[in-house]
């Protein structure tokens, strides 16, 4: 296995996003250089790689956050350059960021009710809850009284409220507790069998593992190589060396 060969980028079978020769900027200065790779019906795929290497940035740029940008982006083979934030939302895509943008004021249930429903299939309040059973005990709740792992699973809530089975998860594990780790990693494991298409930005290598069917290096602002569960396990020692963890 070589981190030096160019990824393949042919379309897969049953894929639902492709990338393409994705260069993003902010202002002038240019986070990502040619990023290649697609997204299966009902994968989990992280981005792996340093902080910095173009990870978020490739996120945001899927979801129109970032607007200056050339390449391609193709969802369900609508292109998505070009597009503003809420035309992708509608379009079934939901993005987490890092920093969860909780609204601090609001109770748990009224952050769960304020996003708008995008697309059918969307889960109600009961669902919800089931899912989520942590935010069922605190619904009355401020945002700024949760702890940092009910932040995470309000922000992943909110997302699936409004209809989305595409998902952008962006470092959903930064700052937890071991054992809330753990949690999170049975709820994205459980939304994965109920057929959500997920891509989750990870820092925590154990955390990805765990979870994915595929696994994205990035390097620089590029894909430097694309890896199945059982690759990553065959040549664990090379990738932690060339991720610097």
Known sequence: ?????????????????????LSAWYAES??????????REGELLTLIGRNGAGKTTTLRSIMGIVRKRTGSIKFKGDELIGRRVYEVA??????????????????????????????????????LFKTFPNLLRRAGSQGTKLSGGEQQMLAIARILRNGSRFLLLDEPSEGLAPVVVKEIAEIILRLKTQG?????????????RRVADRHVIVEH?????????????ADMDRVQTYLGV
């Open 1 to 21: 296995m070589s981190f030096e060969k160019a990824p393949t980028t042919a379309m897969q079978s049953g894929a639902v996003l492709r990338v393409e020769n």
């Open 221 to 233: 602002g590029k894909v430097v190589d694309i890896l199945n569960a059982a690759e990553l396990e």
């Open 196 to 208: 959500f298409t997920i891509i989750l930005v990870e820092q925590n290598l154990r955390f990805a």
């Open 30 to 39: 240019k986070a990502l250089h040619g990023m290649n790779f697609d997204v």
């Open 90 to 127: 509608r379009k079934g895509v939901g993005y987490c960021p890092e920093e969860r943008a909780i609204f601090s004021s609001l109770s748990v249930r009224e952050n769960l009710t304020l996003p708008p429903v995008l697309q059918k299939g969307g889960m109600s309040d009961e669902e």
